[in-house]
């Protein structure tokens, strides 16, 4: 099990730490680490796609940059995408959703860290992990995709290409 399986996890546990009376803190940290689960989901597929040697996935795992994924993942819940070559990329239905999924959780991840007056319902947190689960589920299918290749590109370039 990897990272992101193991922050997944995790995410469903604080979700449903406390029976009664779920803390804020728990469920905070539960909507910040499904967002975590999904964003090392990512990166550790394109790093092992890209990079055979363990030790050497840790340096350009490192150059994944959250507003840069954030801004690519937008353009890729459109059912096209202009790829580096210029021509049109088709996005399948899979890869979109996995797209709209991590810019929701990003910006859950940002209220549930730095809103102070926010406040979150076990409910709705649960709908955060689930939506992460689901997510995985959907990056399973379509990882063999081409338009996913473009994708984990895009994440890591920041979708620079010339136009």
Avoid: C
């Avoid at 997944?8 to 680490?33: C, F, G, N, W, Y």
């Avoid at 209220?111 to 007056?117: I, P, Q, T």
């Amino acid at each position: 099990m990897g990272l992101s399986q193991d922050l997944l996890d995790l995410a469903d546990h604080l979700s449903r730490r406390e029976r009664r009376k779920p803390r804020q803190a728990s469920l905070r940290r539960a909507v910040s680490t499904a967002y975590y689960a999904l964003f090392h989901l990512l990166v550790e597929d394109a790093t092992k796609h890209w990079i055979g040697q363990k030790n050497s996935r840790l340096g350009l795992a490192r150059a994944f940059e959250h507003s840069n994924m954030d801004r690519v993942s937008k353009a890729f819940q459109k059912s096209n995408w202009k790829g580096f070559d210029g021509k049109d990329v088709v996005i399948p239905q899979d890869l979109q959703d996995v797209a709209h999924a991590f810019t929701d959780l990003q910006a859950e991840r940002h209220r549930a860290d730095y809103n102070y007056a926010a406040r979150f319902t076990r409910i709705d947190v649960q709908a955060t992990v689930s939506q992460v689960r689901d997510a995985f589920e959907q990056w399973a299918t379509v990882r063999k995709d081409p338009a996913a290749d473009y994708y984990l590109v895009a994440l890591l370039t920041g979708n620079r290409r010339r136009d």
